[in-house]
């Protein structure tokens, strides 16, 4: 199961949830040849490191995201996904606009609200998202090995 997570620019959210993902599914050996991850951006350019506070954010939980690249999505990167999840409707709306093909495989990551974008906001609020982003990707793991 090959899982891509999507936002705006990919130098917050969707790294985030990537390096979250990668984390949780190290945790356990048996997750490593079951589900792999990655992330792009709808309105992203190639190249952009993450922002100086995702990085310190996820830090904070032992997680290394500071050799971040961001990417754009292209049909391309939608086609190798199993799952794409989106941060917010917006987002689906732009797998919809890069890869048509792809919209029977995209989702809300949180179907209840959109995940709120922290760039340009302080620490605590990164914080909140990597909170957030993990008890949301440790029930999608789950939900995708049961």
């Known amino acids: 199961m090959h ?15 990537k390096a ?6 190290a945790r356990h050996a048996s997750l490593q040849t079951v589900i792999t991850v990655d992330s792009a951006g709808v309105a992203a350019s ?21 050799g971040h690249q961001s990417k754009g999505l292209t049909a391309a990167v939608a086609a190798r996904a199993d799952l794409i999840l989106a941060m917010t409707p917006s987002h689906i709306q732009g797998v919809a606009f890069h890869a048509p093909e792809a919209q029977g495989k995209v989702s809300l990551l949180n179907p209840n609200h ?3 974008d922290p760039f340009g906001q302080p620490i605590e609020v990164y914080r909140e998202v990597a ?3 993990e008890r949301l990707i440790h ?5 995708i090995c049961s």
Do not use: Q, W, Y
Request: hydrophobic share 40%; with cysteine; charged share 25%.
């Open 3 to 17: 899982v891509l997570f999507v936002c705006t620019g990919n130098t917050c959210r969707s790294p985030m949830a």
């Open 20 to 25: 979250i993902a990668e984390s949780l599914i």
């Open 46 to 66: 190639d190249g952009h490191p993450a922002t100086h506070e995702a990085v310190e954010a996820l830090k904070e939980r032992g997680i290394d995201l500071s």
């Open 114 to 116: 959109p995940i709120g």
């Open 131 to 133: 909170e957030e982003l």
């Open 139 to 143: 029930t999608k793991i789950e939900e």
